[in-house]
């Protein structure tokens, strides 16, 4: 059991996550950053790792990733970072970005140096179910990664049967398919769901 899982066995109301973008403001504050909102009270972190062109984000999240690239980051200097993470940080982690980085890295390296500096987990909004689970499910699984799933308010019963099959951890369920930091207006029909 990860430390996401032992989160959520020991506690289940009123759980804390924040989400930033790894090297943004500066370069090389990512742990700083984590260490001082553990301290603040949260529970666990979502640590964006930044892309060029993150098409489902909203401009706060795509202005701190072109910062971010600008100032070099990358997973080589992401994975560089939380090296040394676990020796100042205790609550769960959670990478937060695009595939294609992923790809480009490799997916098997990316979960083995995830776990190697204490990730519990990712959510990777544009990885295919269908991929996760013929290609890549047997990595994240040797390496105690909780791959998150998303679903929204058009996402079919049965395909968040499946993703829930698929889920070791928690199901990320977004209030619209909107990108992030959009105005929401909550209906019923958001209610309901």
């Known amino acids: 059991m990860n430390r996401l899982n032992q989160l959520f066995e020991s506690k289940k109301d009123n759980l804390l996550s924040i989400y930033f973008t790894a090297g943004y403001p500066e370069h090389n504050t990512t742990v700083a950053i984590a260490e001082a909102l553990e301290k603040a009270g949260v529970d666990f972190l979502e640590i964006g790792f930044p892309y060029s062109d993150p098409v489902a984000d909203g401009p706060a999240v795509q202005h ?7 100032n070099g980051m990358n997973l080589n200097q992401l994975f560089e970072e ?5 020796k100042r940080v205790s609550i769960p982690i959670i990478l937060m970005g695009y595939v294609n980085p992923m790809v480009q890295y490799g997916i098997e390296r ?5 776990a ?32 998150i799933f998303m679903v929204t308010p058009q996402t079919s019963e049965e395909r968040i049967h499946k993703i ?6 928690f199901i990320y369920l ?3 398919s909107s990108i992030t930091g959009k105005d929401l207006k909550l209906s019923n029909t958001i209610e309901d769901y």
Do not use: Q, W
């Open 64 to 70: 701190s990733s072109e910062k971010a690239l600008e």
């Open 110 to 114: 990316f979960c083995k140096k995830a």
């Open 82 to 86: 939380l090296k040394e993470m676990r």
């Open 174 to 176: 977004l209030s619209s």
């Open 164 to 169: 829930d099959s698929l889920s070791n951890s």
């Open 116 to 147: 190697e500096v204490g990730v519990d987990g990712v959510i990777v909004p544009d990885l295919p179910m269908y991929e996760y689970e013929t290609l890549y499910a047997k990595y994240f699984k040797e390496n105690n990664i909780s791959n």
